[in-house]
């Protein structure tokens, strides 16, 4: 039996994006991002799908929850403390584009923007905790969507460069660890927020979609440049959502549904970013999706460039994996509700109380196809559980649960380490309570940290540890070794 090691320098973390804690969404400077202009409520889903909606901030109508957020603009000493607590190696946060651009088209950053990051990145390097930080997380600045359409634009290629050039500029003597774009391959499922397209400015029209990425792609690859430049010992890397498909049975129709689905979901921006190359079959998903190639503006410099600048690491998160069973009409397919990226009821997993099919062993088999394909380094960015938590009359919270599913999970990644694969670190999702992206819920708990806060924006705000803390503590201490609750 081989041993189970991970890494001694392994990055045992926590993640969480701006626009979902932060909150003081209009303080020092701050301008409106795609993120601030989405509503709590049933409404949210089709919005961040990009349906029915002309980015109007409706406040008579509509709350809005990342607008709170749960105050770690004003907390976040007391939160980086909690997560020093645990013995964090290392925090996953972003820059909100918007505190240092506000609009994204200035060409002056603002200064108190800056300010507050130097601060958070201080206070992590103060209790040792290594920033990893995501450059853009579902936030680009509302303007650059209302007034240049989106990412689909290739002027965001600059407004984007000056972003990240100054945010490296000014970090990246003291930060190592970066991500260009998150889940950058969410493209289909959250228009909105991942390039800035809503029905009003061209979600849905393949043409754009693509357009978008290559222009996102361009951006990461200038992004590279500019990191190793300013310092050659920055890791930057992509970060994609990653979910293990399957067939759902062994009819060959199926297995050639899953080659497909695993080309373009998760493998199309990953093929280009680490292989610094459009993937062989770039032409045949341009024809499915009607994309016309020559109308595309791609130029012989971009494809240079990604040549060139390639991502030192692959970052993705994990929540669920799919399964295909194109054989069956919609009518007959036993379909999962919330399964977020679609795909049939696998009879073989159990799902969380949002309909995300959990599945352990699919965190292996997703280490192991990306390392076997990629040869790179990887990071688990995001993986957790979103749960609803009761707080027992003595004030503990007991989420046994979380703690079942972390540990499968982490087992999941001892084993994939066994197999060979090079695992940099594991940040799970919201550490600490947040807003969620998808639903705009505080009831879909991920953290170890609990946030009185409900989902109309009422609590004091106040911080407790849940029963996970004490565990995960143990865990990062152990280096992975001892899971046991
Ligand atoms: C990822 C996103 O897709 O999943 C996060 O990068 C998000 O921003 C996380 O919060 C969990 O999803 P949700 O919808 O439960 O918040």
């Known amino acids: 039996m081989s041993e189970r090691k991970f890494r001694p320098d392994f990055l045992w973390g926590g993640a969480t994006a701006a626009n979902q804690l932060e909150g003081a969404f209009d303080r020092d400077g701050k301008g409106l991002s795609v993120a601030d202009a989405m509503p709590g409520g049933k409404q949210r889903f089709s919005i961040i799908g990009g349906k029915d909606f002309d980015w109007t901030i409706d406040s008579e109508r509509f709350i809005y929850p990342n607008h709170k957020g749960i105050d770690h603009f004003d907390r976040f000493k007391e939160d980086i403390a909690l997560f020093a607590e645990m013995d964090f190696k290392c925090y996953r946060f972003s820059i909100a584009w918007t505190r240092i651009f506000p609009n994204g088209d200035e060409l002056t950053p603002n200064e108190a923007g800056l300010k507050f990051y130097d601060e ?113 010992s920055i890791q930057i890397g992509c970060m994609i959502i990653y979910a293990t498909t399957y067939s759902l049975d062994a009819n060959p129709t199926n297995q050639v549904a899953t080659l497909v689905q695993n080309q373009e979901f998760n493998f199309f921006c990953t093929d280009v970013q680490v292989r610094g190359k459009y993937p062989a079959y770039t032409q045949r998903t341009y024809d499915k999706y009607g994309v016309d190639a020559n109308a595309l503006e791609i130029t012989q410099e971009d494809l240079d460039l990604l040549a060139s600048y390639p991502v030192d690491y692959i970052g993705f998160s994990y929540y669920m994996s799919s399964a295909i069973n194109e054989t069956l009409t919609q009518e007959e397919a036993d379909t999962v509700v919330g399964n977020l990226l ?34 790179k380094p990887l990071f688990i960015v995001e993986n957790g559980l979103g749960a609803l938590d009761t707080i027992e009359a003595d004030g503990t919270i007991n989420d046994e649960y979380r703690i079942d599913y972390l540990r499968r999970h982490i087992h999941a990644m001892a084993e994939a380490v066994s197999d060979g694969v090079d695992l940099m670190g594991y940040t799970p999702w919201g550490c600490i309570d947040l807003v969620s992206a998808s639903t705009g819920e505080m009831s879909k708990r991920y953290g170890f940290i609990y946030v009185d806060l409900d989902d109309k924006g009422n609590g004091t705000l106040n911080r407790s540890k849940k029963k996970s803390f004490d565990w995960y503590k143990q865990v990062i201490e152990t280096n992975g070794t001892n899971l046991d609750s």
């Not at 579902?138 to 209302?146: D, F, G, N, T, V």
């Not at 965001?156 to 970090?171: G, Q």
């Not at 679609?342 to 997993?349: A, K, Y």
Request: hydrophobic fraction near 40%; include cysteine; aromatic fraction near 14%.
């Open 120 to 232: 958070v990145i201080d206070e992590c390097l103060k209790h040792n905790i290594e920033p990893v930080i995501t450059i853009s997380h579902y936030e680009m600045p509302l303007h650059l969507a209302k007034t240049y359409g989106g990412w689909k634009n290739r002027q965001l290629i600059d407004f984007y460069e000056r972003f990240a050039s100054t945010v490296l500029t000014r970090y990246g003597k003291k930060v190592t660890y970066w991500m260009t774009f998150n889940e950058i391959n969410s493209a289909f499922h959250f228009p909105a927020l991942s390039q800035g397209l809503v029905q009003s400015n061209g979600a849905g029209n393949y043409q754009n979609v693509f357009q978008a990425w290559h222009n996102q792609f361009v951006a990461s690859s200038k992004a590279v440049k500019i990191a190793h430049e300013i310092n050659p």
């Open 342 to 375: 679609g795909g049939v009821r696998n009879p073989f997993l159990e799902a969380s109380e949002w309909g995300w099919q959990i599945d352990p062993d699919g965190l292996r088999i997703a280490l192991n196809e990306l390392y076997d394909r990629y040869q």
